[in-house]
């Protein structure tokens, strides 16, 4: 049958980003899959153990996650790294859809780790340890790719 897909929980917008607030994100390709009950929301940085609202935090070139006021949190970003991991073999994901620049949950482009807003290439932990699994990422600014993709899976799999 058709893979539960995962998905960064603030796209639904679900208030378990950092600021305390959601990042609704309307795409026919969440709503589908929305109404068809494939989803599995997950925030990374919650399931690891940390509070909404939290600090800002960013990847800095030695791979950790410090937070604005300067504490180091990659315990945390790495736990919910593999509850991600974890949570998706469980339920044979294939693909999941993540929200773009997050130092758990960016594709391909990240915060540079100096919090004044500028983008670096790079994954952020969860992504990374995603990819790493064979789960393929893609970030809610790829979303026709995604669905492209996920139309293929789907067939693939009958
Ligand atoms: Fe959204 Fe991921 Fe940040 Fe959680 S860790 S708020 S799911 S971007």
Not at 48 to 57: E, V
Request: with cysteine; net charge neutral; aromatic share 2%.
């Amino acid at each position: 049958g058709r893979r539960p897909v995962l998905i960064s929980a603030c796209l639904l917008g679900r208030p378990v980003r950092f600021d305390g607030r959601g990042a609704a994100r309307p795409h026919p390709l969440i709503d589908d899959l929305h109404a068809e009950g494939r989803l599995i929301p997950l925030c990374p940085e919650m399931a690891g153990g940390l509070p909404t609202p939290r600090p800002p935090a960013e990847l800095d070139s030695r791979r950790r996650v410090i937070d604005a006021t300067g504490a180091d949190v990659t315990a945390a970003f790495s736990a919910g790294a593999r509850i991600a991991v974890e949570t998706a073999l469980a339920h044979g994901v294939r693909l999941a859809l993540l929200k773009a620049r997050s130092p758990s949950c960016g594709v391909g482009r990240i915060h540079d780790g100096s919090f004044s807003g500028r983008l670096i290439q790079g994954d952020g932990l969860t992504a990374e340890a995603l990819a790493t699994a064979g789960i393929e990422v893609f970030a809610d600014d790829d979303l026709d790719n995604a669905a492209r993709r996920l139309a293929e899976i789907d067939r693939l799999n009958g």
